[in-house]
Structure formats: C-alpha cells, structure tokens
C-alpha cells in the first residue's frame, strides 16, 4: 500500500464534499430544463470549470501520458490541434452560437428541428451507441490508475470502481446538470491543482535536458517532427482538424455546456477560454509521459520504444506514468493527486452518464412515444425517464466497462468510437445550418454512411486510424450532398428556436 | 530537429502558464457566478410555482 493516513484523509474528505455539494443541487430542479441544462444560467467562470472538467479525467490523463510515452514530443500536435480548434470555435462561434440561439437540449434534438423526428431517433440511437462504447473504457483504465498510485490490491479494483460509479450516480441522478456543474467547479479545481503539481514533479525528477535527450536518443527526429513520425504524418494532423471542430461543435457532453450558458455570447468566451486549457488538458500528461520513458525506459524494445521497467517489473507504456507518480510522489501530496485524479474521473463520469442518458431518454425513448401517438409527457415524468436511462447507462457501464480492453492506444480507440455518430452528426449539423439545400434525405445518408465508415473499415478491415477518419468524414460529406441533391429540397426553414426547453 | 524542440518547448510554457492562469480566475471568480446561478435558478422555480398554481 503506498498510501499513509494523510492521503486517506484528503481522499475521504474530498469525497464527502463532492457528495454534500452534489446533492444541494436536487433543491433547484423544477422542470427538465433545469435537470439537463441548469436553467440555461451558467456564467462564464462556472461555464470554463465545468467544461473542462467535464473533459479532463483520469482516462484523459492515462491516454494522454501514453501518447507522450510511445511517440515522444511528436505527440503534442494532437494537444495543439485540440486546442487551437477549441479557440478558433470559441472566436468564430462555428456551430456553437448557432446552436446556442435554437435552445436546444441535446445535438440530436436539432436533426427534428431541421430534418425529421426518424432522423433525430437515429441519430439518438448512433449517438448513444457510439457515446457509451466510449465511455466503456473508462472505469478499467481509470481504475488501473488508481491502483496503481494508490497500491490498493488488484483484487479490489470492481469494488472500488464501483463504490465510485455509485457516488457518481448518486448525485448526478437527483440533481442532474446543477449538481454535475456545482461538483464539477470543486473538481475543476481539484484536478487542476493536481496537474500543476504533478508536472512540476515530473520535470524536478526527470530534469528537462535528460527528457530531451531520452526521446532524441530513443525516437530521433521522429520524436519531435510529427510530420515524418509513422504513426502521425499530414494525413493524422488533417484527421485530427476535423475530429476536433465535430468534437468542439456536436459531441453531446461538450454542446450540453454550451447549450447550458445564460447566451450565445457566453458559449464563445467559455469555449474560447477552455481552448487555452485544452492545450494544457494535453501536453501536460503528454510530458508526464515522456518523463516516465525517461525515468523507468530501459526495457526491451517493443514497437520502437523501451518498455518501463519499474522495481523490476515490466509494465505496459499507459502503465508507466501512474507508477511514477506513485515512486516520486511523497505523503500528503499523493492525496492530492489522488483526490485530483478522482475529481477528474467523478466530473467526467458523471456529466458523461447526464450527456448519454439524456440523449437516450429525450431523442429515442420520447420521440419513439410521440410517433406512436402517445402524448407527451409532463416535465416530471420527462425528468423520472432521464432518471432511469442514467441508471440504465450506468449498470451497462459496470459490466462492460470493467472487463473489455480496448485494442490499440487508448486515444485512438476514444477517437474512432466517438466518430462512429461525430462524422455524421457533424457534417449534418454544418449542411443543416449552413446549406439550405440539404435535406433529410442526405442527413439519413451521412448519420448511416458516416457510421459504416467508422465501424466497417476499423473493427472489420482493420484499416488504420487515420485512414478511417478520413472514409468516415468523407463517406458522410459525400452522403449528404448527393444525398440532399437526389432528394426533394426540404420545405422545413430552420427555426429561430426550438420549441422545447 | 531543432526547430521542433524550440516549437514545442514555447508551447508547453504558453499551455502550462495558460492553465495555471485560467484555473486562478475560475477558483476566484467561479464562486461568484455559482452564487448568480443559484439565485436565477430559485427565480425561474419561484416563477414556476406562481404559473403551476
């Protein structure tokens, strides 16, 4: 056990408080707006914290710190596309303010506001299909963390993950967004204190000019020039711009916040502020990576890069920058990165359970009620569903999550699962907003085709990463526009807002 | 080789020095906006119950 009673303290302490201040947000939900976007009253300060934290969890870390492990600095064009598309979203508002102006709930909610209610059920549905395969990754690698710094036997990683799932749920389900955004500013600030501290560590003990010289010795210029390493090149960058606008502008986590601001004004600041974090979000844990290649890399080699060996044990390279953290780190200061890196799995968790529980609840189960000709539902019972699809959401996570291992580096297998309804969506969302002649024809081609290109070529052709971002992007840009040009032009105008919430 | 060492070593300084930056404001003025944002959303409840009656 690495832990002393003080980090048990912080742990537990930190905890309780997440619990207590997650459960004062159930006093202001009156209706489901307030359940699934706080009333639309979030302020710019409140909008950064939870954004970020809502995209800054231990996952985000661990395959971040994998990146910088395997490819060395070369990595850090993911990070600064991530965030320099973020600022560009955030200065322009490309998609966002649009969206914002519509007053919408959730991203599938506009494919009724301006094609059809099939539409907007299959776009649920390939939504919430892509979304919890996404997340089902979540807990074993989070977990794998935790165990790791923390040296809790192996043999207690369920329990402990679920114990954390279960607080989770606890207040994400009575409170809904209000809580997930009062817990997400304690954690927001938690996690970023932890980042800070880890990087100084990291930096001290590795020592700049041996964290260059590791990767310049083990990488060459492979290392540092992301355009002649194998695994990134023109093609990555290219794929990466694309994936990071429709990750910005339409994966439901992020819209959620967006969606939430007091104006469309405010989704600009806070996404172009997040940018700037963004770019921390991923060269931080990049480097925490690199230095623990260069601390613990004296292994065998093994797809170019030495295994980290670490008090004799070899471990994998995702591995590596947890049992650093756990070598280098002293009393007190692992409680605080614990508790950092728990506040970053609760605050992602949770908004991520509300974002796909949501999408299942007000895009699938409601629409599906109202094409039967039932009625609708009153906000009460709308919020009792949201309810339950959350804990539906949640036991799938438990027993998927914990036992599947995703093949490939994490980030990739993040990117191509998320792609699966993102290719799609995106180029939906655009041809909806900014092409008058696109219509529901070409939206059901690009939700299906974007979807085939994302599924087909990666879990049965077993293509490349990069190669099937781009037959997924393309397959849906190409489905839409023949599509919206064989079909008749839709007689439906874009609304100047939607009629829910 | 060079080139991109200097590239990357100013834009870790620029990402670190922009999180820490951006996380002092949050944690001074988030507390602020959180406070607003209770207070709008007991008026939109308060208006509701008036509507609900």
Known sequence: ?501 | MRFWQLFWTIWLVVAGSSFAFITLMVTIKGGKDLRQMFRDLSKQLAAQKERDK
């Open chain 1, 1 to 501: 056990m690495n832990f002393a009673a003080i980090d048990w303290v912080i742990v537990a302490g930190y905890l309780a408080l997440s619990m207590v201040v997650g459960i004062i947000g159930k006093r202001y939900i009156g209706n489901v707006s307030h359940y699934l976007v706080a009333g639309r009253e979030l302020g710019i300060y409140v909008g950064i914290a939870t954004l970020a934290a809502t995209e800054i969890g231990t996952i985000t870390y661990m395959y971040n710190g994998e990146l910088g492990y395997k490819y060395g600095f070369a990595a850090f064009a993911a990070a600064l596309v991530s965030g320099l598309v973020m600022i560009i979203v955030g200065r322009t508002g490309f998609v966002i303010s649009r969206f914002r102006a519509l007053k919408l709930m959730t991203v599938p909610e506009y494919f009724e506001v301006k094609y059809s209610r099939g539409l907007r059920i299959v776009t649920g549905l390939l939504v919430a299909l892509g979304g919890i395969l996404n997340m089902g990754v979540f807990l074993k690698i989070e977990g794998e963390f935790l165990t790791i710094v923390s040296g809790i036997n192996v043999r207690y990683l369920v329990a402990v993950m679920t114990v954390i799932l279960l607080l989770e749920l606890v207040y994400t389900v009575l409170g809904g967004m209000v809580s997930v955004v009062i817990t997400d500013f304690v954690q927001y600030v938690l996690l970023s204190v932890a980042t800070i501290l880890v990087s100084v560590y990291a930096v001290h003990y590795a020592g700049w000019g041996r964290i260059v010289e590791k990767v310049t010795q083990t990488m060459g210029q492979a290392g540092f020039n992301p355009l002649v390493n194998p695994k990134f090149g023109l093609t990555f960058i290219i794929w990466q711009v694309l994936l990071w606008f429709s990750l910005h502008t339409c994966w439901q986590t992020t819209a959620m916040r967006m969606f939430s601001t007091k104006s469309p004004e405010t989704s600009q600041k806070v996404m172009t502020w997040t940018g700037f974090i963004f770019l921390g979000r991923g060269m931080l844990p990049m480097l925490w990576g690199i230095a623990a290649l260069t601390l613990y890399g004296t292994g065998a080699i093994n797809n170019g890069v030495p295994q980290p060996v670490v008090n004799g044990q070899t471990l994998a390279p995702i591995d590596a920058m947890p049992a650093m953290l756990a070598q280098l780190l002293g009393p007190g200061i692992r409680g605080i990165v614990v508790a950092g890196m728990l506040a970053a799995t609760m605050s992602v968790n949770s908004s991520y359970l509300l974002g796909w529980s949501s999408v299942i609840s007000q895009d699938v189960i409601l629409p599906i009620r109202r094409a039967l000709g039932k009625g609708a539902l009153s906000s009460r019972k709308q919020i009792f569903v949201n309810r339950a699809a959350n804990l539906f959401v949640s036991l799938f996570l438990m027993f998927w999550g914990l036992y599947y291992t995703p093949p490939g580096a994490v980030y990739l297998y993040l990117n191509i699962t998320g792609t699966i309804f993102l290719a799609g969506a995106f180029v939906s969302v655009v041809g909806g907003l900014y092409w008058r002649r696109s219509n529901t024809t070409g939206g059901y081609a690009a939700m299906l085709l974007g979807a085939a290109g994302a599924i087909i070529p990666y879990f049965f052709l077993h293509w490349g990463e990069n190669v099937t971002g781009f037959a997924a992007f393309g397959l849906a840009a190409g489905g839409l526009v023949f599509g919206s040009l064989l079909g008749r032009a839709s007689p439906v105008e874009v609304p100047k807002a939607a009629t829910v919430g």
